[in-house]
């Protein structure tokens, strides 16, 4: 088993919600992060004052899924996710060791 952790733009969250949804992922856990990258946060002005935000708002987007569906996932977040601009964000997979359902005690697969 593979967890995939995405790093995506806030605005494009409900697109890859349903792209994942589309090739059989079941559950997932969104958090609102902020960070930056290589685009080093941006210049805003409010009330004639100019100020920098470093860390701008993203969404981290966790699943734990079957070796068999990790390339499918990878590939929707990727082509929902992607706008072509700086900041589209990162894809991380990490191998699972052991997953265990709480209320069943179903272990790894069973427990996704």
């Known amino acids: 088993m593979k967890k995939i952790e995405a790093i995506i733009k806030p ?3 409900d697109d890859v919600r349903e792209a994942l949804a589309e090739v059989g992922v079941s559950g997932m856990t969104v958090t609102e992060v ?19 935000v470093d860390f701008l708002p993203k969404m981290k987007l966790e699943v ?8 499918l996932a990878i ?3 990727m082509k929902t996710a992607q706008t ?3 900041g589209d964000g990162k894809i991380f ?5 052991r997953v265990i359902r709480i209320r069943t005690g179903e272990e790894n697969e069973d427990a996704v």
């Open 11 to 13: 605005f494009k969250m």
């Open 75 to 77: 590939e929707a977040i």
């Open 64 to 71: 734990v899924l079957p070796e068999s569906q990790v390339e």
């Open 34 to 52: 902020k960070g930056f990258g290589r685009q080093k946060g941006h210049t805003e002005l409010y009330r004639g004052a100019e100020y920098n």
């Open 93 to 97: 997979v990490y191998e699972v060791e």
């Open 84 to 86: 072509g601009k700086i």
